[in-house]
C-alpha cells in the first residue's frame, strides 16, 4: 500500500469517526519559548506533529511530521505522555478521537523559521508560557499538553 494511510482508511470510512494515532513534539528554545504552528486546515496555534503511518513508530511519526511542517530535522529526546481522551471534527468533516504520542524533541541543525510555510503551516513561532496562555486560537488538547510541559507535571488518563 502505498504510504498515506488516512486517505486509504478515509476511502473505506468517510467521514465516520474513527480513533487514529498521532504524535508531536514539543521544541523549546533558548529562552524557554516553544515552536507552535499556525496549522492551514483550522487556523489554529498547535503543537507540530500529524499522523502515524502503517510501519512507523511513534518516534519516527514525531520526527517525520515535525520536519515536514516546520522544516526542522529533530531529534526525540525525552517521552512526555499520552493524550487518548479528545475527539476532534476536521474542516473536511473527518471525525476523529485521537490518540497523541508527545515527545520533547531537539534540532538536529539551526532553526529558521521566518520564511517557512507549506501547507499544512501557514506560520511558524516561538511563544513563551504567558503568550500561550493568552492565545484565544489554540486547542484545549494543545493547550493541556503544554502546560503539563511548562509544570513538568504529566498526569496519566488524558
Known amino acids: 500500500m502505498k504510504k498515506d494511510y488516512i486517505s486509504y482508511l478515509r476511502s473505506k470510512v468517510g467521514h465516520d469517526k ?45 520526527q517525520r511530521e515535525f520536519f515536514e511542517e516546520t522544516g526542522i530535522p ?24 485521537t490518540v497523541v504520542f508527545l515527545y520533547e524533541v531537539k534540532a538536529k541543525s539551526s532553526i529558521e523559521i521566518t520564511d517557512f510555510s507549506n501547507e499544512e503551516t501557514l506560520k511558524l513561532k516561538f511563544f513563551s508560557k504567558d503568550d500561550i496562555h493568552s492565545l484565544a486560537n489554540i486547542s484545549d488538547k494543545h493547550r493541556l499538553m503544554l502546560k503539563e510541559y511548562f509544570n513538568n507535571t504529566f498526569k496519566l488518563g488524558w
Open 18 to 62: 474513527v480513533i487514529m494515532t498521532f504524535a508531536g513534539g514539543i521544541l523549546e528554545n533558548e529562552k524557554g519559548q516553544i515552536l507552535l504552528q499556525l496549522r492551514g486546515d483550522k487556523k489554529t496555534w498547535a503543537i507540530p506533529g500529524g499522523a502515524m503511518e502503517l510501519g512507523e513508530s511513534t518516534v519516527d511519526t514525531c
Open 74 to 97: 529533530v531529534e526525540a529526546t525525552r517521552f512526555l505522555n499520552v493524550y487518548s481522551n479528545f475527539s476532534e471534527v476536521y474542516p473536511n468533516g473527518d471525525q476523529v478521537q
